[in-house]
């Protein structure tokens, strides 16, 4: 991600766009601070999903600053904010489609804890060599979760 950011700043300088050039510059500052706090602590540099994180941060800021310019009537500087967040959310990694969740949580139904039962069903069968399920998936309303966790023998990760 810094080699692609760098890369970015050199085109941005070369091509003249202040404002891409402007945020690409917040955006490396950012990863310097985020790299030094990682420093405090015993690590070389912060990894990609620390830096993921911060720009995530950045976006949530600049979101909140839109908020309040709109509400103080300054479309300039909400033009501004939403021009910085299109450049800091190309460098954040893509969350997963609508259809890659389906697929996923598809796959952990044979693993589904039922409501009411509390238990596992006889497809989550791990004594084969594996020590553990990916995770649980619970069918079920929020009233059932207690029961259904305090009852699983297995820990697990638990979607509703």
Known sequence: ??????????TAMKSGDKARLS???????????V??????????????????EALAKMVKQRRES???FKAGDRPDLVAQEEAEIVVIEAYLP?????A???VSVGALMPFAL???SGTLPRSADFSAGLESPLGLVFLGSAD?????VADASAPGLMLM
């Open 66 to 68: 839109i908020a309040l």
């Open 114 to 116: 039922t409501p009411g």
């Open 35 to 52: 790299d030094l706090a990682a420093q405090g602590i015993g690590k070389p540099e912060a990894g990609d999903a620390e830096l993921a």
């Open 94 to 98: 893509t969350g997963l489609s609508a």
């Open 23 to 33: 945020t690409l510059r917040m955006i490396s500052a950012r990863i310097k601070d």
């Open 144 to 148: 059932d979760t207690a029961a259904a």
């Open 1 to 10: 991600m810094r080699k692609t950011i760098a890369e970015a700043v050199k």
């Open 100 to 102: 890659d969740l389906s």
